[in-house]
């Protein structure tokens, strides 16, 4: 059982050590009131996944799927399919398309996904797919076709198909689906890299389930969100979102985010739900899932992720030392089983503040450092050590990402 700690599980610790308590800090001159817990909603109608934002434990919502039964297994090793471009801006529309013309052009390209589990009549789920090609290669989120035996694809004029999963991958919650279809609207994809806070959107999206075709507009609130989320089997992926404000509801994962030329930019994602929270809804980046939805289409997993085998949430100037430890770094949340680290006396609640001499301030620091790394090549650290408050530095292997 690979080591794991917050507010929410407390890990086997060794007889005198215990990690510090991870919980929210409220800033200086902020009301010091109990807050409502925050609850995420993957939008995919029915599982269940919790994601920690910053500090704070939230729940998630995500939709657990379903169809009438043969097993489904990744098979996209040896799939041969063109890659999807990502389109530059258009230089003579500075204003973008109007949003009825946006729903007309993109709408076409958005699909129903109807999720079926064992013993199960019943769609048990619903999410939303995008079509990236002529071919019928459908891209969706993980979590839309976790545990599915069998899927359907609803088009947007009403044509039905069963549809069979090409590869999915839990660490960045995309998916690959295939159907055998003939005059498919494939989307047209733009570079979210060069979004900017403040630009419109739209999203699109199967919501509720039931309401194929859903249009909301809103704005970009924030770029490089990093959502660390613990999935239905325990596992922690901490992600870089694309948050908006335009409503997406339950059934709309997998759904297309769309920019004010028409492009793609985004999937839908996640929505931070609760009483005091409102409009926070998220999207993975398009440009983040092309490497990712390519690699599925050719293999059916990603080939050569360099992995180190832990969780980390990563520190503030507030949350740091008020539980006695650094101001900026990583906090070590799991450590899986298989990694390096339980072999070099790190443990659950240290922290990582270097990576190969760089500073590491939040999740994605260290995921650009593995970005790089290729198999038999290890990674020099930096550890904060709690229990003593001593700095430490190691050379650990890294694993490598399997299928």
């Known amino acids: 059982m690979h080591q794991q700690y917050g507010p929410w599980q407390e890990p086997d610790a060794a007889e005198g050590y215990r990690p510090p308590e991870y919980t929210y800090v409220p800033p200086e001159g902020g009301p010091k ?7 995420i909603t993957l939008l995919c109608l029915g599982m269940a996944a919790l994601l920690f934002l910053g500090v704070t434990a939230v729940q998630l919502w995500r939709g657990e799927d379903p169809f009438w039964m043969r097993s489904q297994s ?10 999807f471009e990502l389109q530059e801006l258009p230089e003579d529309m500075d204003d973008g398309l109007p ?4 729903a007309r052009d993109v709408g076409p390209s958005v699909v129903c996904i109807n999720v079926y589990v064992p013993q199960s009549l019943s769609v048990a789920a619903y999410g939303s797919g995008v079509i990236l090609n002529e071919e019928g290669f459908i891209v969706t ?8 035996s069998a899927l359907s694809v609803i088009l947007n004029d009403g044509r039905e198909f069963s549809a069979r999963i090409i ?3 839990t660490q960045s919650d995309l998916a690959v689906i295939k159907i055998e279809a003939e005059d498919l609207v494939p989307a047209t994809f733009g570079n979210s890299d060069t979004l900017e806070v403040g630009e419109r959107t739209v999203v699109i999206g199967n919501a509720a389930g039931r309401l194929a075709g859903t249009v909301t507009q809103g704005i970009i609130s924030g770029l490089n969100r990093q959502v660390p989320i613990q999935m239905s089997d ?3 992926i901490t992600m870089n979102l694309i948050q908006t404000d335009a409503a997406i509801n339950p059934g709309n994962s997998g759904g297309a985010v769309v920019n004010r030329f028409g492009q793609v930019i985004g999937i839908s994602s996640a929505k931070l739900s609760g009483s005091d929270y409102e409009g926070l809804c998220f999207a993975i980046p398009i440009s983040d899932a092309k490497p990712v939805v390519e690699n599925l289409i050719a293999y059916g997993y990603v080939r050569d992720r360099m992995t180190l085998g832990v969780t980390v949430i990563a520190l503030s100037s507030v949350t740091g030392p008020d539980r006695g430890l650094p101001a900026q770094g990583l906090y070590i949340a799991e450590i899986l089983p298989e990694s390096d680290l339980l072999n070099q006396d790190v443990k659950v609640g240290d922290v990582i503040v270097k ?9 994605a620091d260290l995921q650009a450092i593995l970005k790089e790394k290729k198999s038999g090549d290890t990674i020099d650290l930096e550890i904060y050590k709690y229990e003593n408050g001593k700095t430490v530095s190691i050379t650990a292997n890294l694993l490598e990402g399997t299928p």
């Open 99 to 102: 949003t009825t013309q946006i």
């Open 33 to 39: 009131r109990n807050r409502a817990p925050l609850v």
């Open 355 to 363: 990576a190969d001499g760089q500073e590491l301030a939040a999740a």
């Open 234 to 236: 325990g596992s922690v």
């Open 141 to 148: 989120n993980a979590h839309v076709v976790e545990d599915a």
């Open 74 to 83: 990744p098979s996209g090793a040896g799939e041969s399919a063109p890659t």
């Open 167 to 169: 590869g999915q991958d």
